[in-house]
């Protein structure tokens, strides 16, 4: 289910009621109307209401931050459950998404990128029948088939038991900015007429409904009709509430202090969500100041706080009014160097910071900047390659441990291909693109890139201890190359001369990268004691509190206990490793420990689990733009040899089919899948819980399977609840792979 905002949400009965008429209708549906109508609260709220009508998923794709039309694919990618990854082409992972899923996809804000978000949801709908896509946008997509539905303003008919809608919403916003605020008997006609001369759209009431904190109804109905005459006498079309709407943020600028009107035009840089940091960076401010000013904003409702998140946003209507006045008034350059300024700073944190307790706080927050980052790397390269190329370079666990290698990919490119830029700043950027070359198994690029970083060396202006670390790296990536290449003793020399620099200068955490990698190199030639430099890593790790290589350290130990046939150790470590970097999300290292996990449970004769496994895995490597034979035949060899066992074991028909299911499950239902213990019993489950289990294993919703069992919904409800609950599970999806690993093959309860 989409997540709403949690201020109330106020009538709309009769549109609600025709929306789900429509949606019944089309599998398109549009919504239209101006900025602050209110089209995106209602879809969100309609899609909910039919998502749970018909028992199906339920999904929000906010496009207002896409500048760039091409970027519409893989936006929608990320806004699934799926990672942002894939090499290949989106549509493909959409499609390879839903194919057996129906669902409700919101595409919100589609104006200003309207030809590619039209196109990407005609190929969508051709390609997934079961579809239902509901849009918002100033205009229709006008694609065949689409029901287009436009959003009037809240009524301003009383209803049978209070206010208007638009008066109710007036009284609760007002309310939420003063508790103790109540619409007294002789207001009632004045708040119907300012809600009128707002023409009922919910922007323009909020707005107003902050000032009521001081101004009485009539002063407030007085002041803005003032503003209004002309334009409530004009037509009523879309352009005439947009001059309205417009009306209603001039008079709300006008009101605010100078300090304020210039924080808010500072805010309007802001692409998407935003912290309190990045706030004080941008406005000029610091951390303690910002407070106050950002805080008379948010009670304006020029800016939303999010609670949860400890972020904050601002309509795009709002955003792009401040981004007018700021070039009307020639602030644009300034603020849009302060964005530039903080977002390169904190990326250098980033990379100065990563070994450590905060390791996973940082990563967060890189996701969590990601729009900024891009905003701020698309103005570095239009004014300064050198800004340009370090920003990408301190990006480099944003991109290859975050989840963004197509992405990363993508900016080396371009960052690559700017004139001039010193070699200081170009040698580093070589190699972080070699890195996520390595990563996607483009070794001629890899190899080309760190030679050209070679090549330059003598010409940057390093410090000692720079140009030590950068040696390590080479060191480092030559190994991974000659690993991936299949020539492990080679890449051992490698591994062994980085870890040899990295002592030398003092920076033992640059060791951990290629210690973990050459228990690797050493498992593949059979060597003993292979596991040293992992069991070195892994202690270092843990002395300084990191996360990530102490999961990649522990599947390293995983990988020379299988090989040495310790499949007890082996899981022991995978799973260890699993579990230390749950809520870090590397999606490389969860792959190769599934990847150990669903070996180790071939050679165990648990077949069933095994192909799950490595169905959940086979689809994660294809998001991720990647695949375990990147990582060198002999990982390859291993998987083949798991996959031709299960085969042989299973049948082609059924490998197949516990494959596919494998490969509905999410990255987080995977892990889960993979950490539940090893059981072909029935879970505790009641013989009327495996009647409701297998229906949702042939994927129907509660509803159908209500009607099929003759139970009423709310039962069924109740059993799924239970089911979850006494497997450990978090989603339907779960269900259906244990179902299918567990009875499927059963003839007595098919």
Sequence with gaps: MIREPRSAFVGRHRELAALQSLLDASSLVTLTGVGGAGKTRLAMRAANRYAEHEGIDCWFVPLESVQDPQRVPRVVVRALPL?????????????????????????????????????????????????????????????????VYAVPPLSMDAESEGPSEAVSLLVARARAADAAFELGPTEADAAVELCRSLDGLPLAIELAATRLRTLSIS?????????????????????????????????????????????????????????????????????????????????????EADHETGRFRMLETIRGYGRERAEEEGRSPLMTR???????????????????????AVLARLRADRVELQSALTVATAIDT???????????????????????????????????????????????????????????????????????????????????????????????????????RDAVGEF????????????????????????????????PEAARAGRDALTFAESVDETWMQSHALWSLGLAAFVESDLDAAERFAREGIL?????DDPVG???????????????????????????????????????????????????????????????????????????????????????PKSTVTGGLSAREREVAMRIHRGMSNRDIAGELVLSVRTVDTHVQRILGKLGFSSRA?????????????????
Aim: proline residues 4%; negative net charge; aromatic residues 6%.
């Design 83 to 147: 990672a942002d990854q894939s090499a290949a082409d989106p549509l493909e992972a959409v499609v390879a998404a839903l194919r057996d899923t129906p669902a409700i996809l919101v595409l919100d804000n589609c104006e200003q990128i309207i030809d590619a978000a039209a196109s990407f949801t005609d190929e969508l709908l051709l390609a997934l029948p079961q579809l239902t896509v509901l849009a918002t946008s100033r205009r229709p997509l006008e694609l065949d088939g689409e029901l």
């Design 219 to 303: 002063e407030l109905s007085s002041g803005l009709s003032s503003r209004f005459t002309l334009l409530r006498g004009g037509s009523r079309s879309t352009v005439g509430r947009q001059r309205t709407l417009r009306a209603v943020v001039d008079w709300s600028y006008e009101l605010c202090s100078p300090e304020q009107r210039e924080l808010w035009c500072a805010l309007a840089v802001f692409s998407g969500p935003f912290d309190l940091e990045a706030a004080a960076a941008v406005g000029g401010y610091t951390i303690d100041g910002i407070v106050d000013p950002l805080d008379e904003l948010v009670a304006q409702s020029v800016v």
């Design 338 to 360: 302060r964005h530039l300024d903080h977002f390169a700073a904190l990326a250098a944190s980033s990379r100065v910071d990563w070994y450590g307790p905060r390791q996973t």
């Design 386 to 488: 050198d800004t340009a190329l370090a920003l990408f370079s301190d990006l480099r666990y944003h991109w290859a441990v975050g989840g963004f290698l197509p992405e990363g990919r993508g900016w080396a490119t371009r960052v690559l291909a700017l004139p001039g830029g010193s070699a200081t700043n170009r040698v580093p950027a070589l190699i972080n693109a070699a890195w996520l070359c390595l990563l996607q198994g483009d070794l001629d690029e890899a190899a080309a890139g760190l030679d050209e970083a070679d090549s330059q060396m003598p010409g940057a202006s390093f410090t000692a201890d720079r140009a030590a670390t950068i040696r390590v790296e080479i060191h480092r990536w030559r190994g991974t190359h000659a690993m991936f290449s299949g020539r492990p």
């Design 496 to 527: 062994e001369a980085s870890i040899r620099a990295a002592e030398e200068c003092g920076h033992p955490e640059e060791a951990l990268l290629a210690q973990f990698q050459l228990t690797t190199a050493l498992s593949h030639l059979r060597e």
């Design 580 to 584: 230390t970097e749950r809520g870090f």
């Design 590 to 676: 969860e792959c190769l420990m599934l990847e150990v996990l669903s070996w180790v449970d071939a050679e165990r004769g648990l077949a069933d689990r095994a192909a799950i496994l490595l169905g959940a895995t086979d689809a994660r490597w294809r998001l991720i733009g990647s695949a375990i034979t990147v990582m060198g035949p002999q990982l390859a060899a291993h998987h083949d040899r798991c996959v031709a066992e299960l085969r042989r074991r299973l049948g082609p028909q059924r490998y197949d089919k516990l494959v596919g299911a494998g490969g509905h499950l999410d990255p987080d239902e995977a892990v889960a899948f993979a950490l539940e």
């Design 734 to 750: 779960q269900i259906a792979a244990w179902y299918e690993a567990t009875f499927a093959s059963a003839p007595s309860i098919r």
